[in-house]
């Protein structure tokens, strides 16, 4: 027969079982997540890398030298402008060196917006200069978008019975005033955050950015637990993060065509 003594140890050897259980989890769970942007990385350099080929003569590593580092990632950028002008079709070309977003059509810019702050990921920042250029000399192409705003402006107009009785009824574009925010997913894995730049003068731009972005968070927070629970290590999405004004945000988002093209210039 069990003791009181036993009985009460009984309650706490559990908890501490679960607390242990608990513990070991998160410890995977972070070892998970911190394989993701190792392996993202390993993959691209393998798809990307210079490759030397002892057979063939004057065959030099030139990754380390810097003016050729710099001339690669201005053709990187060419390149994806010359595939996306090549579509005749509207796209976004993003400079970072001349903080500017453009919309373009057939290499000609059709609108540019400043850039008031970017953010990008370790992985394209810190990366591998040879590597990232290869990868973004491609133009990547929008999946999808999750947008605070819709893509077209909701238009009701009542039919009158007749010609004399004709008053337009509009209910006026609701994006002139709510916050422009917007997450396009690409298909290369990469994340592009357009927010508008917050006005100071109404905090609840900066209430609605946040919470906007916590729901696209937790969504992205669930697509890892599933990853980790069948014990596969989660996909890294590297991400661009970019401020721009409201009215500038607003017409980026709804001239882009479904599966619109982006090129990065950083």
């Known amino acids: 027969m069990a003791t009181d003594t036993d009985k009460k140890k009984q309650p706490g050897i559990a908890i501490l079982i679960v607390e242990i259980l608990i ?47 710099s001339l690669l990632k201005q053709k990187s950028y060419l390149e994806s402008r010359v595939i996306m002008a090549n579509t005749d079709s509207i796209y976004l070309t993003i400079s970072l060196p001349d903080s500017t977003v453009n919309l ?106 946040i919470t906007f972005d916590f729901r696209y968070r937790l969504a992205a927070f669930i697509e890892t637990l599933r990853s980790v629970l069948v014990f596969k290590v989660p996909d890294y999405h590297p991400y661009i993060k970019i401020r721009l004004p409201r009215s500038d945000a607003k017409i980026i988002y709804r001239a882009m065509p479904k599966n619109g093209q982006v090129a990065l210039f950083r």
């Open 104 to 209: 373009e059509i057939s290499g000609v810019s059709v609108h540019t917006a400043p850039i008031k702050h970017y953010e990008l990921s370790r992985i394209i920042k810190k990366g591998n200069e040879y590597v990232i250029s290869s990868f973004l000399s491609r133009p990547f192409t929008i999946q999808k978008d999750y947008s605070s705003i819709p893509k077209e402006p909701l238009m009701i107009k009542m039919a009158p019975k007749d010609t004399s009785e004709y008053q337009p009824d509009i209910i006026p574009d609701t994006a002139d005033f709510e916050p422009v925010n917007y997450i396009m997913e690409m298909d290369n894995g990469i994340r592009l955050f357009i927010y508008q730049d917050e006005n100071k003068l109404n905090p609840g731009d900066h209430f609605h950015r």
């Open 23 to 69: 513990l070991a989890f998160l410890v995977y769970y972070t070892i998970m997540a911190m394989l993701a942007p190792v392996i993202k990385r390993d993959a691209l350099e393998t798809e990307f890398g210079f490759i030397q080929d002892d057979k063939k003569e004057n065959n030099r590593d030139f990754t380390t030298d810097s003016a050729y580092l």
